[in-house]
């Protein structure tokens, strides 16, 4: 075990990103205080937003880029793509990016030790598992070392989004091989750890040990699974979408 005191260890930067308002501050106060109590080293949080009424003063804010993109981009995830751009306000170095609908139940510090030579790495997108896709819930960058992806995007963002499903599948595709964190390390609630129907009437999610961020993508929300509730828009799917109250869920994120 290593001796090294973490006060002399060089600072990580957490990027999170806050546009619209399909998520509160909230979130990124809790994404902040989660990813403090899951490091051993300095950690400056970042966040890019256009709206930092109610973020915390911890947490270093910059203004979302002015929006110049056709219309039909305003809250699509491909809005992120300015990330990629050579600068990236005084960010430098490899930055861990982690979405605000996530739960950090384990140290963070493993995603910057983890190959620190590689320019990208990203979680395997857990319903395309073998095909080369990474899901950007939480994947680490280099700033200024992906241009690629921006000179591609930016010169007409129409036709990649119109080729493209989303933006996860734009940038794996045009960095042509891409590589992934241990898949133990990241799971998906709603794909890796709620029982397979029938199951998930009857039996609560359980948390892997070695996992350190599960995403809620989809429904339900971090708060609606800690309750076992799994809002649908179809009657008839409650008789297969179902959640257990899960309340090993609100002793991480807070």
């Given at each position: 075990?290593s001796?090294?005191?973490?006060s002399?260890a060089?600072?990580?930067t957490?990027?999170c990103l806050?546009?619209?308002d399909?998520?509160?501050s909230?979130?990124?106060?809790?994404?902040?205080?989660?990813?403090?109590?899951?490091?051993?080293?300095p950690l400056r949080?970042?966040?890019?937003t256009?709206?930092?009424t109610?973020?915390r003063e911890?947490?270093?804010v910059f203004?979302?880029p002015?929006f110049?993109?056709?219309?039909r981009m305003?809250w699509?995830?491909?809005?992120r793509?300015?990330?990629?751009?050579?600068?990236l306000?005084d960010?430098t170095?490899?930055?861990?990016h982690?979405?605000?609908?996530?739960?950090i139940t384990?140290?963070?510090?493993?995603?910057f030790?983890?190959?620190?030579?590689l320019?990208?790495?990203v979680?395997e997108?857990?319903?395309q598992?073998?095909?080369g896709?990474?899901n950007?819930s939480?994947f680490?960058f280099?700033?200024?070392?992906?241009?690629k992806?921006?000179d591609r995007?930016?010169p007409?963002p129409m036709?990649?989004?119109?080729?493209?499903?989303?933006?996860q599948?734009?940038?794996?595709r045009?960095?042509g091989?891409?590589?992934f964190?241990p898949?133990?390390?990241?799971?998906?609630?709603?794909?890796?750890?709620?029982?397979?129907?029938?199951?998930n009437?009857?039996?609560?999610p359980?948390?892997?040990?070695?996992?350190?961020v599960?995403?809620?993508t989809?429904?339900?929300d971090?708060d609606?699974?800690?309750c076992?509730?799994?809002?649908?828009?179809?009657?008839?799917?409650?008789l297969y979408?179902h959640?257990?109250p899960?309340?090993?869920i609100?002793?991480?994120?807070?």
């Open positions: 075990m001796t090294a005191d973490p002399t060089p600072r990580q957490l990027l806050k546009w619209g399909r998520y509160s909230e979130y990124v106060n809790r994404t902040y205080a989660m990813a403090m109590r899951n490091t051993s080293r949080v970042v966040c890019f256009d709206d930092p109610g973020i911890e947490v270093e203004p979302m002015e110049d993109l056709p219309e305003r699509h995830p491909f809005r793509m300015f990330i990629f751009k050579p600068e306000a960010l170095g490899n930055v861990l982690l979405d605000l609908d996530l739960l384990g140290s963070i510090d493993a995603f030790d983890y190959r620190p030579e320019d990208f790495c979680c997108n857990w319903t598992i073998g095909q896709i990474g950007m939480v680490r280099r700033v200024g070392a992906l241009t992806i921006w995007f930016r007409d036709a990649m989004m119109d080729l493209y499903r989303n933006s599948t734009f940038v794996c045009t960095l091989k891409v590589e964190f898949s133990e390390w990241c799971l998906s609630f709603k794909h890796s750890l709620i029982p397979r129907w029938p199951l009437f009857f039996q609560t359980v948390l892997p040990k070695e996992t350190k599960i995403a809620f989809g429904k339900p971090i609606e699974a800690t076992g509730e799994w809002p649908v828009n179809k009657p008839w799917k409650k979408k959640v257990r899960t309340p090993w609100a002793e991480h994120w807070r």
